[in-house]
């Protein structure tokens, strides 16, 4: 198939990979790849992963392909915050969690940032719909323990001070009860201390 038949064919596909093109066209090779990224026709995200070149990028899109460069994994930590309203910045790069090794990932369309937390970690997201896609984003209060169980030192009233989280949506948008009963399954005491503190902080500023 020439290329322009390929790409009608992957027409729905943010992201592709050269399976997804052997699926499509069984004597596809792969030296045409590389090819197609001289000519300009894609672009590389990641080892493996491209995307058309006039891929219409928008949030949602980046974290569908966020989910997709490292499986498994969902969106959390800092771009979850700001995707909920917790945080006023913008957040510089797609920012998810991973049960495999932390990993950054530098590309065309923008950074990837993946921080390694525990298979048994691995719950507490939900699944988006974006046109015909879903993305795992993770619910506001498992971003939360995310953000603070990989940022260990976070502890004292001047730090979460720092962290400017939105007080009204926090009491409007955040079920601490299942706060709480996320943060009984990381079984760590001090980060259960750390959660208590902020929670106390936040609810009575």
Not at 24 to 49: C, M, N, T
Request: hydrophobic share 40%; net charge positive; aromatic share 14%.
């Amino acid at each position: 198939m020439q290329y322009l038949e390929i790409k009608d064919n992957l027409k729905d596909f943010l992201i592709i990979s050269a399976g997804d093109i052997l699926k499509v066209d069984p004597d596809f090779h792969k030296q045409r790849l590389s090819e197609w990224q001289r000519k300009g026709y894609i672009k590389k995200i990641a080892k493996g992963y491209y995307v058309f070149s006039d891929l219409e990028i928008n949030e949602s899109a980046m974290f569908i392909i966020a989910n997709k460069i490292l499986d498994p994994s969902y969106v959390s930590l800092e771009m979850a915050l700001s995707y909920y309203g917790l945080i006023p910045e913008s957040v510089y790069g797609i920012t998810s969690v991973t049960s495999r090794k932390s990993y950054r990932i530098s590309s065309p369309i923008g950074r990837f940032n993946y921080r390694q937390i525990k298979p048994d970690l691995m719950f507490g997201y939900r699944l988006v719909q974006y046109q015909n896609h879903n993305f795992k984003m993770a619910e506001i209060e498992k971003a939360l323990l995310d953000y603070f169980h990989t940022n260990s030192k976070l502890n004292s009233e001047s730090e979460f001070e720092e962290l400017r989280i939105n007080q009204d949506i926090f009491k409007e948008r955040v079920d601490v009860e299942k706060m709480k009963r996320y943060l009984a399954q990381f079984k760590n005491k001090a980060l259960e201390k750390r959660i208590n503190k902020f929670i106390e902080f936040i609810t009575h500023a």
